[in-house]
């Protein structure tokens, strides 16, 4: 599984200081019947929200923050409690509802100052279902799309600095999964199949820490393939981008058994 930053510690600060700059709460008094609908005023609504956040409850908190924009959509206390549903949910590991409310946010203040953070719990949601290499990968594009939206919006937030390591991070999870995909069918004789994957590494992720067995591979397969000529051109790129790699002393020593007469001091 991709490696995950620990980042709910630096969420959960971020919302405290949304919760201390925005409304003032008191301690909730909360029961078990809190979702119940029953007609409340929004400042104790909200305290009971944050009450039941506070404590760990954490889908009672989002069902609470929900209940907030229910009653009083047109108050100001709604936009922060879209925001704070989102987070909730979140928390919980609820990333499919986290991602729906903090989309609505969006889709309600598109231009409000904590903007960046909604986009940010949307990125992080999916980021955090990132499944190993051997699973399908369609969560893992959609967190890139979502990292590199925050990139491109909001490149000076302290949210672009933490995407764009975790971009690196998703590239070369994907690059992984190319990689996996080729190696299986090499090992099956797909050479002409293999040689697609690994040039996909090699053209869409060449930063990553794949690219050099990606350029091996490609010198195997071209051998097996019957055209040296290539052989020799992946491998001089191997040896010419990682010198002294050891995915470089494997070509050579594959290309001086295989193909001795192409290779080139």
């Not at 080729?182 to 293999?194: E, I, K, M, P």
Request: with cysteine; glycine share 6%; proline share 4%.
């Amino acid at each position: 599984m991709i490696a995950k930053l620990s980042i709910r510690s630096a969420l959960l600060g971020a919302t405290s200081a949304m919760l201390l700059t925005g409304c003032a709460s008191g301690g909730s008094t909360a029961g078990e019947t809190d979702l119940a609908y029953v007609a409340r005023d929004v400042e104790s609504l909200y305290s009971a929200a944050k009450g039941r956040l506070d404590r760990g409850d954490l889908k009672l908190a989002a069902g609470l923050f929900d209940e907030v924009e229910r009653q009083h959509p047109y108050s100001p206390w709604a936009r922060r409690a879209q925001l704070m549903s989102a987070f909730s949910y979140y928390a919980a590991r609820d990333y499919t509802r986290a991602i729906q409310s903090a989309s609505r946010f969006l889709s309600i203040h598109p231009g409000n100052r904590d903007a960046p953070y909604a986009y940010y719990l949307i990125a992080i949601s999916y980021y955090e279902q990132i499944s190993d290499v051997e699973r399908d990968q369609a969560i893992t594009e959609r967190a890139l799309q979502a990292l590199t939206e925050i990139v491109r919006r909001y490149p000076e937030s302290p949210y672009a600095d933490d995407a764009r390591l975790k971009i690196d991070l998703v590239n070369d999870h994907l690059a992984g999964k190319e990689m996996e995909i080729g190696r299986f069918y090499q090992r099956t004789g797909q050479w002409l199949a293999s040689q697609l994957r690994f040039q996909n590494v090699v053209d869409d992720y060449q930063t990553t820490s794949h690219a050099p067995e990606a350029l091996y591979r490609l010198t195997e397969s071209s051998l097996a393939l019957g055209v040296p000529e290539e052989a020799q051109r992946y491998s001089a790129v191997l040896g010419a981008n990682y010198p002294g790699n050891e995915w470089y002393e494997k070509a050579f020593e594959l290309m001086q058994e295989h193909a001795p007469d192409r290779i080139q001091d």
